[in-house]
């Protein structure tokens, strides 16, 4: 099998931070580029940041400064630590690798006071 499992998602208040974490099983994925997206209702899916094999990254605009992609060969995991949470942040988080159009089921980010 071969398999993307996000976690860390849930509430958190205007200004709060919340880790998410993307586990991969199945196959080594040390080769491979991964991004994270979200998507809110009524709303297209959006690009948030992606981390390539060998570590660079960009982000989207609306997060640089607030997000940070990393990964972790070893553990066969991508994470997005996200801080300084606004409403706007609001959606489902998903997880992708790159060139095999792979993607995990999305986990819940709700942020509200």
């Known amino acids: 099998q071969v398999q993307l499992v996000e976690s860390g998602g849930g509430l958190v208040q205007p200004g709060g931070s919340l880790r998410l974490s993307c586990a991969a099983s199945?196959?080594?994925?040390?080769?491979?580029?991964w991004g994270w997206y979200r998507q809110a209702p009524g709303k297209q899916r959006e690009f948030v940041a992606a981390i390539t094999s060998d570590g660079s990254t960009n982000y989207a605009d609306s997060v640089k400064g607030r997000f940070t992609i990393s990964r972790d060969n070893v553990k066969n995991a991508v994470n997005l630590q996200m801080n300084n949470l606004q409403p706007e942040d609001t959606a489902v988080y998903s997880c992708?690798?790159?060139?095999?159009?792979?993607w995990g089921q999305g986990t819940q980010v709700t942020v509200s006071s």
């Open positions: 992708k690798v790159y060139g095999l159009g792979l």
């Open positions: 199945g196959s080594s994925f040390k080769t491979y580029g």
